[in-house]
């Protein structure tokens, strides 16, 4: 029995479990906050929650009984429900029935609407019939009382128009034929009917007839050839002027150029090529006679022409172009005779001339058929248009004016070139001429640099950029200005050319000619060095003048290197756009850089040089003698002279360059480094004392390197970093090569061991150089080289079998030992 109960149980628990969906739209319906009600209702929970002790089971009956008559009560209202349900499927059929009822009567009461309204429908039609056909008749017969208004008007126009042309009324004409016209275009779908198209060819004919009469009466007024002009206009052609409007507007045309042809006739006359008054010396009486023309134009016929037809315009114009064509033949047959002052005298005249065309006219007619339309300019790049071509400005003005930004750009002018273009096939004498004066200012600047020697230079300034730097590139200046006035085409080309030629040859003569000479001027090791040292004499330095004036080259090269960088791009800016990427001064810029490079490997050579005497002194040294420590050695206190006599000068005269003076702080300090180190591994042996005092000699060499850019200075400035990690890295390892050799070699894996620690450097050679100042002897030095071998870290895989511990490349004391190794060689042969 209590199995039949828990599987109904079960089964009931099936079935009223419900979806998620449906528990929570329950709840949303009725809210309840009865335990009993919940969708996860646990009955032990509920017990346990009802008795929570012991001594709560003495109330068990009341509760009990309390459930009873809550199943009681919900029995009665599942009860009520399921009777109230009884009778709903009868009372739904009964609904829909009556629902169906209602659908029909509706539909039916629909339909009678529809038949009603298309009888309305056919009887609104009927009704308005005739309203419609009333309203056709009315539009056709509009149609034809305007039609016929204008077929009359057409009719009468056409007469009138005839006669009014064999009687040469033209000022009546001029408004009657535009009338015709526009009532002819009403007509144009009607030119099927004869009546029609016969009126359409009378208005042809008569405009035909006008064109040709109008025609004649300015040939007879203005003969091309024969009997003098009469001196004023008449009313008539005036008039004639105002139909030419509007007939075909090649008539216009026709009338402009006959009568522009007429007008200048007397120019090609008094002009011609066997005149004295044609060539380029008296150009400007060509000009003055065109204005003489243009004013006695505006006097006599500047009210016969419509002001539409910019006749004043037309002539000056058509004037351009025939000077154009003339000069440029004239200059052709005679271009021998051409000189540069003639040539820059004819061009700016014309360009005057142009100029004042630009303020009294707008240029609307250059793209009218009347006239020939000249090469539009160039847009107006030029940042110096309001300087004076024969200024000469300051070195400081110049480097203002090519970094301060670009001025709103004036409006362009339209007869740019219009005549001035004929000179462009003869610029190559201007050229040519600026080539030869750039030589001649190459050779005076080559000339005054030997006779007044080199700058004086102002140790707060810092190094002085030489005069004739500023020169070059204010001629410079001049000449681009100039040219881009001339031409903005193949002239600039060529000049930027010839710009390129002097701009080498001053790096070559001025700059690098004018350095001072040394040995051993490439930094490589030549006989002359390695006698000087050999035989233990002083290396001649260079004197406080000629690091002067390295310092000066340095600072020009540098200054020409900025300003031959922004003489490029104010080039592109003043050339034709294509024609931009055929100027290219890289090439130069390289030159100045190169220069720069030079200056500065001779001042670290020199000062290299230097230390070298007392470098040499160190590794001569009988440091297996040495007593006791004490201060620095003597040769350290060498070092410390020459650096102190040079870097001084040398930062001052680079102060306004103060990149190339870390430069060459790092490039003495690339230098120096490693070849102390090389003279380090001569020095043996040493005895622990002796390497107790080159270990204090390393680290005040150290400590006076890492001052070195503010040695000697009032203003003490933190090095660079870069500069800084080079001293550090370098001296760090000569400390670590003396520490090394201090330490004792026995045990002989705890020395290699140490050696791998500190040093890191794998290769035998360095490690043998250390035994070799230690003065251990070959015999003791062969089992200590087989425990190096044996104890250094295998190489990962896919690594060069090299004998680097943690690098591939080379360190510049390896390089250096392969430098002395040749200097040694070179040494026996000697």
Not at 207 to 234: C, M, V, Y
Not at 722 to 751: D, N, Q, W
Request: proline fraction near 5%; hydrophobic fraction near 35%.
């Amino acid at each position: 029995m209590e199995e039949e109960e828990l599987e109904f149980a079960d089964e009931l628990e099936a079935i009223l479990h419900l979806t998620p969906e449906v528990q929570l739209a329950i709840e949303q319906v009725f809210p309840s906050q009865d335990p009993l009600d919940r969708a996860d209702f646990n009955a032990v929970e509920y017990i346990n929650t009802l008795f929570p002790t012991e001594q709560s089971l003495a109330n068990i009956d009341d509760v009990v009984n309390k459930i009873r008559l809550k199943i009681r009560r919900l029995d009665d209202n599942i009860r009520t429900v399921v009777r109230g349900q009884t009778n709903v499927g009868q009372d739904g059929r009964l609904a829909l029935e009556e629902a169906q009822k209602a659908i029909q009567q509706l539909f039916g009461k629909i339909k009678d609407i529809k038949d009603k309204a298309e009888k309305s429908e056919q009887m609104v039609k009927e009704i308005t019939r005739d309203i419609k056909q009333l309203d056709h008749a009315k539009r056709h017969l509009t149609t034809s009382i305007t039609t016929l208004n204008h077929l009359h008007m057409l009719a009468g126009g056409v007469d009138s128009l005839e006669a009014m042309t064999r009687r040469r009324q033209y000022g009546e004409v001029a408004n009657l034929l535009q009338g015709v016209v526009n009532v002819l275009e009403h007509f144009q779908k009607y030119m099927g009917i004869p009546q029609i198209r016969q009126l359409s060819e009378r208005v042809k004919a008569a405009q035909s007839e006008l064109g040709t009469q109008i025609l004649a009466d300015f040939e007879e007024a203005f003969p091309s050839q024969g009997s003098k002009r009469p001196g004023g206009p008449s009313n008539v052609l005036r008039d004639a002027c105002l139909v030419a409007n509007v007939l075909d507007p090649r008539i216009r045309q026709e009338i402009i150029k006959k009568f522009i042809r007429q007008h200048l006739s007397e120019y090609l006359v008094l002009f011609q090529e066997n005149q004295d008054v044609a060539w380029l010396d008296k150009i400007d009486r060509r000009y003055a006679w065109i204005k003489r023309q243009l004013v006695d134009y505006e006097e006599k016929y500047g009210k016969m022409f419509p002001a539409e037809w910019c006749m004043t315009e037309r002539v000056a114009v058509e004037f351009c172009h025939i000077t154009r064509t003339e000069l440029a033949k004239l200059m052709r047959a005679r271009a021998r005779e051409i000189e540069v002052k003639l040539l820059l005298f004819a061009i700016q005249r014309t360009t005057n001339f142009e100029g004042l065309l630009a303020k009294r006219f707008t240029g609307s007619t250059l793209s009218d058929a009347a006239g020939k339309k000249p090469e539009p300019p160039p847009p107006s790049t030029n940042p110096f248009l309001e300087d004076e071509p024969g200024s000469e400005d300051s070195v400081l003005e110049k480097e203002e004016e090519l970094e301060r930004p670009k001025k709103p750009k004036a409006p362009d002018n339209p007869f740019h070139g219009i005549v001035s273009k004929c000179f462009e096939p003869h610029l190559y004498v201007y050229i040519e001429s600026q080539d030869k004066n750039l030589g001649e200012l190459i050779d005076r600047f080559v000339a005054d640099f030997r006779a007044q020697g080199p700058p004086k230079v102002n140790s707060e300034e810092g190094g002085a950029v030489l005069p004739s730097c500023a020169d070059l590139f204010v001629y410079y200046k001049k000449c681009m200005v100039q040219c881009s006035q001339l031409s903005t085409g193949e002239p600039m080309i060529a000049l930027s050319t010839i710009f390129q030629k002097y701009l080498r040859e001053y790096a070559w003569k001025i700059l690098s000619g004018n350095l001072p000479k040394t040995s051993s001027s490439s930094g490589g090791l030549t006989i002359s060095s390695l006698l000087k040292e050999k035989e233990g004499s002083e290396v001649a330095k260079f004197t406080v003048e000629e690091l002067c004036l390295i310092c000066s080259i340095l600072s020009t090269a540098e200054y020409c290197l900025a300003t031959t960088q922004q003489l490029e791009e104010k080039l592109k800016e003043k050339v034709d756009k294509s024609l931009a990427e055929r100027i290219n001064l890289t090439g130069e810029m390289d030159t100045f850089s190169t220069v720069i490079s030079n200056s500065i490997q001779l001042l670290v050579q020199d000062l290299d040089a230097a230390c070298d005497p007392a470098l040499s002194a160190m590794s001569k040294m009988p440091w297996q003698n040495v007593e006791h420590v004490g201060d620095q050695s003597p040769y350290v206190t060498s070092v410390i002279m020459h650096i102190k006599q040079n870097v001084p000068v040398i930062r001052d005269n680079l102060a306004s360059t103060r990149k190339y003076f870390t430069q060459f702080c790092i490039k003495f300090a690339n230098s120096f480094i490693p070849k102390f180190i090389n003279h380090l591994f001569r020095c043996k042996p040493i005895s622990m004392v002796g390497a107790e005092q080159l270990l204090l000699d390393t680290h005040s060499l150290k400590t006076v390197l890492l001052d070195l850019p503010s040695i000697g200075s009032q203003v003490v400035r933190k090095a660079p970093a870069s500069y800084t990690k080079i001293v550090v890295k370098g001296m760090t390892r000569a400390e670590m090569i003396l520490k090394v050799v201090m330490a004792p070699h026995e045990p002989s894996v705890a020395f290699v061991d140490n050696y791998i620690k500190l040093l890191a450097d794998g290769n035998p050679e360095t490690f043998q150089k250390i035994l070799d100042m230690k003065g251990l002897k070959r015999s003791e030095q062969s089992s200590v080289l087989e425990l190096f071998r044996q104890r250094l870290p295998t190489p990962p895989s896919g690594a060069d079998g090299g004998s680097s511990l943690s690098f591939s490349t080379p360190t510049p004391e390896q390089e250096s030992s392969r430098i002395r190794k040749l200097e040694k060689l070179i040494k026996k042969r000697l």
